[in-house]
């Protein structure tokens, strides 16, 4: 068809300019997958799951329309991640998030390519999950709470803050590795504080009451709570048994002192699982996972008076003035 030189020139600079637009209106890629694994039930997640999915939307992701996840639950059966793990690798998920050393090993174990996030976990350098904080290596990051090597200090704090205690029993999650050693880990720091310890375990919310049998038999006179996802989970559960009892607790992360523990002295996991967000955001983005470091988390001491005029504890006033924080 004929047209003027001017005419022409109109249409050729339109069309060059409406190119762009055609491109950026054809449909994007594809929307990111992640893989979740949760050692708990779908009924009763852990808070960290909750957090995590928070920390996406702080960053504008929205489930099923720019994000999308596959969820795996245990059960509480830590024998079934391996097979769970599996399944989600099947599906080819671009960044797998998991909270607990027992989900990031059978994370880690199923794929050797596909990031691995973990929102908190105990040790990962000490369990050998990742090569050090500063260079993980390989397809594992995340952030960590080191649990077992502030126990003893925690212990510390819990005779300071109820200098009548002499006979503590530690409750232990048979399913964490890192609980392995507790509490022969911490034994020199008992004797130094005159402190008995006495290890009990319990790896389902059924076992319990068991639990809190054996420590009434044995003497115990306060309850140190090593972190787990299960106790996490089922924190209320615990607490209410231990007020039943008359026992103190100390606990690991705000979440059990505002629950009703005692005390608590550590990082709040909740906070580190939403952190855990932007490593899937920078990982989503071309980031390695060898190339994020491992962060650590910052510990508080949190005292919860209400529980301590329940039990009938007097919290010495210079012990208060030491916490982070007091719940009245």
Same mark, same amino acid.
């Given at each position: 068809m004929w047209c003027?030189?001017?005419?022409?020139?109109?249409?050729?600079?339109?069309?060059?300019?409406?190119?762009?637009?055609?491109?950026?209106?054809?449909?994007?890629?594809?929307?990111?997958?992640?893989?979740?694994?949760?050692?708990?039930?779908?009924?009763?997640?852990?808070?960290?799951?909750?957090?995590?999915?928070?920390?996406?939307r702080d960053l504008?992701?929205?489930?099923?329309?720019?994000?999308?996840?596959?969820?795996?639950?245990?059960?509480?059966?830590?024998?079934?991640?391996?097979?769970?793990?599996?399944?989600?690798?099947?599906?080819?998920?671009?960044?797998?998030?998991?909270?607990?050393?027992?989900?990031?090993?059978?994370?880690?174990?199923?794929?050797?390519?596909?990031?691995?996030?973990?929102?908190?976990?105990?040790?990962?350098?000490?369990?050998?999950?990742?090569?050090?904080?500063?260079?993980?290596?390989?397809?594992?990051?995340?952030?960590?709470?080191?649990?077992?090597?502030?126990?003893?200090?925690?212990?510390?704090?819990?005779?300071?803050?109820?200098?009548?205690?002499?006979?503590?029993?530690?409750?232990?999650?048979?399913?964490?590795?890192?609980?392995?050693?507790?509490?022969?880990? $911490?034994? %020199?720091?008992?004797?130094? &504080?005159? +402190?008995? =310890?006495?290890?009990? !375990? @319990?790896?389902?919310?059924?076992?319990?009451?068991?639990?809190?049998?054996?420590?009434?038999?044995?003497?115990?006179?306060?309850?140190?709570?090593?972190?787990?996802?299960?106790?996490?989970?089922?924190?209320?559960?615990?607490?209410?048994?231990?007020?039943?009892?008359?026992?103190?607790?100390?606990?690991?992360?705000?979440?059990?002192?505002?629950?009703?523990?005692?005390?608590?002295?550590?990082?709040?996991?909740?906070?580190?699982?939403?952190?855990?967000?932007?490593?899937?955001?920078?990982?989503?983005?071309?980031?390695?996972?060898?190339?994020?470091? $491992?962060? %650590?988390?910052?510990?508080? &001491?949190? +005292?919860? =008076?209400?529980?301590? !005029? @329940?039990?009938?504890?007097?919290?010495?006033?210079?012990?208060?003035?030491?916490?982070?924080?007091?719940?009245?």
């Amino acid at each position: 068809m004929w047209c003027s030189t001017l005419g022409c020139l109109v249409m050729l600079i339109l069309s060059l300019l409406a190119a762009p637009l055609a491109t950026t209106a054809q449909p994007r890629g594809k929307i990111p997958r992640v893989a979740v694994l949760e050692t708990t039930s779908q009924e009763r997640p852990t808070p960290c799951l909750f957090a995590f999915q928070q920390g996406l939307r702080d960053l504008g992701y929205v489930e099923g329309q720019t994000i999308l996840f596959d969820y795996r639950y245990g059960e509480g059966h830590v024998d079934r991640l391996p097979a769970l793990a599996a399944e989600l690798v099947q599906l080819t998920p671009d960044v797998f998030w998991t909270f607990s050393d027992a989900a990031a090993w059978a994370a880690k174990r199923a794929t050797t390519s596909i990031p691995i996030v973990v929102g908190a976990s105990v040790g990962l350098v000490e369990q050998g999950l990742v090569a050090s904080t500063a260079q993980p290596g390989g397809n594992l990051t995340g952030l960590e709470l080191p649990a077992t090597e502030v126990s003893g200090k925690r212990l510390e704090l819990f005779k300071d803050a109820v200098p009548t205690v002499s006979r503590v029993a530690v409750l232990v999650d048979p399913a964490q590795a890192a609980h392995a050693d507790v509490p022969s880990n $911490i034994v %020199r720091e008992a004797q130094a &504080l005159g +402190v008995q =310890l006495q290890r009990v !375990e @319990a790896g389902a919310p059924a076992a319990f009451e068991a639990a809190f049998t054996a420590m009434v038999q044995g003497g115990a006179d306060a309850l140190l709570i090593m972190e787990s996802p299960l106790f996490a989970a089922h924190r209320q559960q615990l607490l209410a048994l231990a007020l039943q009892h008359k026992l103190p607790t100390m606990a690991y992360g705000r979440l059990y002192a505002e629950a009703g523990g005692l005390l608590s002295y550590g990082a709040d996991p909740r906070e580190l699982c939403q952190r855990s967000a932007g490593f899937v955001h920078k990982i989503l983005h071309g980031v390695k996972p060898a190339a994020l470091p $491992i962060e %650590r988390a910052e510990f508080k &001491l949190v +005292v919860n =008076l209400k529980t301590a !005029e @329940a039990l009938g504890v007097t919290v010495p006033p210079t012990f208060l003035f030491r916490a982070d924080e007091v719940i009245k």
